[in-house]
């Protein structure tokens, strides 16, 4: 009898994590972009911002998650402008703008990332990279890109009409 208690809080704790990585099995980098980056998903998203501007809006406010800037907890939109910004979604549906240069990037889960590159003096805009595959530059035109499992996200990187 005690097996089967033990037993079932295992199976109790272990299916809620088998089915939500079923539904996040994506993911997005971006390493040193500098452009204008806005990424639409649900799941979990860590970055940095060197200069420039940041909005993240929580699509789902109600859950247990909520944005954090720079360590700080906030609420359901947040806005800023600056220098060294770091900020992390811990889970739920989320809506990311970013301007500005020395974007960093590391989002699992499923979405649609919109990247329009501004290349520097020297022609470098970053990269980004989804899934397994290879690093590729930030696109100088506005780029929709899908990761994840969104169902009406376009497979393949292609340029926005």
């Given at each position: 009898?005690?097996?089967?208690?033990?037993f079932?809080?295992?199976l109790?704790?272990?299916?809620?994590?088998?089915?939500?990585?079923?539904?996040?099995?994506?993911?997005?980098?971006?390493?040193?972009?500098?452009?204008?980056i806005?990424?639409?998903?649900?799941?979990?998203?860590?970055?940095?911002?060197?200069?420039?501007?940041?909005?993240i809006?929580?699509?789902?406010?109600n859950?247990?998650?909520?944005?954090?800037?720079?360590?700080?907890?906030?609420?359901?939109?947040?806005?800023?402008?600056?220098?060294?910004?770091?900020?992390?979604?811990?889970?739920?549906?989320?809506?990311?703008?970013?301007?500005?240069?020395?974007?960093?990037?590391?989002?699992?889960?499923?979405?649609?990332?919109?990247?329009?590159?501004?290349?520097?003096a020297?022609?470098?805009?970053?990269?980004?990279?989804?899934?397994?595959?290879?690093?590729?530059?930030?696109?100088?035109?506005?780029?929709?890109?899908?990761?994840?499992?969104?169902?009406?996200?376009?497979s393949?990187?292609?340029?926005?009409?």
């Open positions: 009898m005690r097996r089967l208690a033990i079932g809080s295992v109790a704790l272990v299916l809620p994590a088998l089915a939500s990585a079923e539904r996040t099995r994506g993911s997005l980098a971006i390493v040193d972009g500098r452009g204008t806005v990424v639409k998903g649900r799941g979990a998203l860590l970055g940095r911002l060197d200069r420039g501007s940041l909005q809006a929580d699509l789902s406010p859950d247990q998650w909520s944005p954090r800037v720079n360590g700080v907890p906030r609420g359901r939109l947040v806005t800023i402008r600056g220098r060294e910004i770091n900020f992390y979604i811990p889970g739920g549906r989320y809506r990311i703008s970013i301007r500005g240069e020395g974007v960093n990037i590391s989002a699992r889960g499923a979405g649609v990332a919109v990247l329009d590159g501004q290349p520097d020297t022609g470098s805009s970053g990269t980004y990279a989804v899934g397994d595959y290879s690093a590729q530059p930030l696109p100088s035109e506005p780029t929709r890109v899908a990761f994840g499992t969104e169902p009406d996200a376009p393949q990187p292609r340029p926005l009409p």
